[in-house]
């Protein structure tokens, strides 16, 4: 990998401030293929595929469909089939993957346990967002299990993808196994890392750079040995492992932009830089919670705002 720096400064992600960055036109014509033309014709011909549909309600703003038809470089039928499986995974666990009604206000709970962070500053080296996964505060007995990670980590992609550089640069997750235990192997069933694989792999715009693996033990080979036939080919080979040499996590993400504990100078892993300005946002984020698939493949509602509500005035009474 080479670690040559990419032209632009290193700055915050700002939900109030998206930009293309100089050169944007040009990078994402000779990694897309995207032109003003291509962009316009392939928008209106997906717009038109979601209005036809009537199983799904979809968003069809520009800059929303834009995020689905780069992450499939202009290929409409395959932004279609991105789309629907961005819906699809809420009905695994529409109580935990991202529930309708909820906003990042309402699980702040579950951001407090640290477990997915997103970094501050794009990597320097390509560009890429930089996602840290991690035990963070989680134990068995804190109540809460792998299901529930998947909505703060969710959202906070949701936050980024807003950005056209994170669209066409993608994504990088760094997974540290520091404090992984034995005991913890019950709470990583098969049927639960398939479903959030499938969900991460198939389900989400965004284009998949590379995983970091750090920390690994021997217990992480279980992981990966039951994780692994739920991969396709192409992330297989983008996966690495470092261990617990951070020179060699280096050469792929800048230390300029890594907490101190993966040997970087950007200070102590924090969330509340992302936090403040995505409860500022909560609003947008519950809106978009109403878009998508409103019952199971049995025709049951999956809209349970009333009867969160309803135990909320209980809970008061």
């Known amino acids: 990998m080479s670690n040559k720096m990419i032209d632009f400064e290193l700055e915050k992600f700002n939900i109030r401030r998206w930009r293309e960055e100089a050169g944007f036109a040009e990078r ?10 291509l962009r316009r014709e392939t928008l209106e011909e997906f717009r038109a595929l979601l209005n036809e549909q009537g199983e799904f309600v979809a968003r069809i703003e520009d800059d929303y469909l834009l995020r689905f038809l780069r992450a499939k470089k202009f290929d409409v039928d ?78 906070a992609f949701d936050y980024v993808l807003k950005n056209p550089e994170c669209q ?17 192997l019950k709470f990583l069933q098969p049927d639960v890392v398939r479903a959030l694989m499938t969900c991460c792999q198939d389900g989400y715009p965004a284009r998949f750079k590379g995983a970091h693996i750090v920390n690994n033990s021997y217990i992480y080979n279980i992981i990966w040995a039951f994780g692994k036939p739920f991969l396709n080919q192409k992330v297989r080979e983008r996966v690495q492992l470092h261990a617990s040499d951070m020179s060699s996590l280096h050469e792929w993400i800048s230390p300029e932009i890594l907490p101190e504990d993966l040997g970087g100078k950007a200070g102590k892993l924090t969330h509340h830089w992302l936090m403040d300005e995505m409860y500022d946002r909560h609003d947008e984020f519950v809106k978009n919670s109403y878009y998508g698939y409103r019952e199971d493949a049995n025709g049951n509602s999956i809209d349970f705002t009333k009867d969160r509500e309803k135990s909320r005035q209980d809970a008061i009474a």
């Not at 994402?28 to 033309?37: F, I, K």
């Not at 505060?137 to 792998?146: C, F």
């Not at 066409?168 to 913890?184: A, D, M, P, T, V």
Request: aromatic letters at 14%; glycine letters at 8%.
């Open 28 to 37: 994402a014509r000779d990694d897309l293929g995207e032109t003003e033309e």
């Open 78 to 155: 395959k932004a279609f089939r991105l789309l629907r499986q961005y819906y699809r995974c809420r009905l695994i666990c529409p109580e935990k993957f991202c529930p309708i009604g909820l906003g990042p206000r309402d699980i702040k709970h579950l951001y407090d346990l640290r477990m997915g962070m997103l970094l501050p500053y794009r990597n320097p080296y390509d560009g890429t967002a930089i996602i840290v996964m991690q035990f963070g505060d989680w134990t068995p007995e804190s109540g809460y299990d792998l299901m529930d990670t998947y909505t703060p980590v969710a959202l």
């Open 168 to 184: 066409l640069n993608g994504f990088r997750i760094i997974f540290n196994f520091k404090g992984l235990e034995l005991r913890y």
